[in-house]
Nanobody
């Protein structure tokens, strides 16, 4: 089993910034595609961003492009999501996930709450 542990969620004002972290096993972080997803109340979980095993390629949902940055530090076994210019609609539980192949995202963390207030 792969354990992923998110942290960093908080209450923040619109326009503010927040950085989420996801602790992941080194053998996973350095070998597989890693992603961030989010789920707002009453909505389906949606893709936010992903980063290739090498860190050389990143992917973003249109809704966060230019505002969010995904990165990772293999030495610290940590995946990050830097979120800037936060909007009310960014309010959600954010999950990190590991994909063992074919963008199926097989392993998930427990989530961390991000609330953006006006």
């Amino acid at each position: 089993q792969v354990q992923l542990v998110e942290s960093g969620g908080d209450l923040v004002q619109a326009g503010g910034s927040l950085r989420l972290s996801c602790a992941a096993p080194g053998r996973i972080l350095g070998s597989y595609l890693m992603g961030w997803f989010r789920q707002a109340p009453g909505k389906e979980r949606e893709f936010v961003a992903a980063i290739s095993w090498s860190g050389g390629t990143t992917y973003y949902a249109d809704s966060v492009k230019g505002r969010f940055t995904i990165s990772k530090d293999n030495a610290k076994n940590t995946l990050y999501l830097q979120m800037n210019s936060l909007k009310l609609e960014d309010t959600a539980v954010y999950y990190c996930a590991a994909d063992l192949g074919m963008w199926t995202f097989d392993y998930w963390g427990q989530g961390t709450q991000v609330t953006v207030s006006s």
